[in-house]
């Protein structure tokens, strides 16, 4: 009897070895699997809102960028900008408009972050240093060094937020952009940082 019990304890033995390393393969199998998918490389398309009003006048205006999406953490592409501002000083009052273009890249990390750096140059007829409206165009460089908060939304990652605060490295004295300036040194000078929210879409 014995030597047929130790049988049946050796047979059930390598049974439950084999069937624990069956698992521990399909296991190993579904991680790799899943390490394994492909990132399907694509284009997007976002823009940007900017809104500021005061009594002596306001700005509206929108920023679109044309993401392409090779990898999972970078996006780069051209971008575009147009701003319409109404003004009343000195007696005046009128309207007049920004309008430009560049580059931007974009680093994404753990779908919770993103770093990125975007230029622009932008034509304006207004004189940010003594606030005069003129007829001649003047070209002001921008360039934008920032970080914050990116989430891609959905199952497929259709619909992402970004949501930062940006430094103008350049800070050009007439960029459009001092008007979004808000922080300011001891002395009064202003920090040129700005707040962006953009929403992306994959096309």
């Known amino acids: 009897m014995k030597p047929f019990f130790l049988f049946l304890i050796l047979v059930f033995s390598a049974n439950f070895s084999f069937g624990q390393e069956d698992t521990e393969l399909y296991v190993h199998d579904e991680e790799e699997e899943a390490s394994k998918k492909e990132f399907t490389p694509y284009n997007e398309i976002g823009f940007d809102l900017h809104f500021s009003a005061s009594n002596l006048g306001g700005t509206g205006g929108v920023g679109l960028k044309f993401g392409v999406v090779r990898n999972k953490y970078i996006s780069f592409g051209p971008s575009a900008r147009y701003n319409f501002s109404t003004y009343k000083q000195y007696g005046l009052s ?68 970004n949501a930062g605060i940006m430094y103008d490295l350049i800070n050009s004295p007439n960029s459009p952009l001092r008007t979004g300036y808000f922080m300011r040194k001891e002395n009064g000078t202003l920090i040129p940082l700005i707040y962006r929210i953009a929403f992306f879409f994959k096309l």
């Not at 309008?99 to 004189?127: C, D, K, M, Q, W």
Request: hydrophobic letters at 40%; proline letters at 3%.
């Open 94 to 161: 009128g309207s007049y408009s920004v309008y430009g273009g560049g580059a931007f890249i974009h680093g994404r990390f753990f779908n919770y972050l993103f770093v990125g750096f975007e230029f622009e140059l932008l034509s304006t007829p207004y004189n940010y240093t003594n606030g005069i409206v003129s007829a001649k165009r003047t070209w002001a460089p921008t360039g934008l060094l920032g970080f914050g908060f990116s989430h891609a939304f959905g199952e497929e990652g259709n619909f992402r937020l």
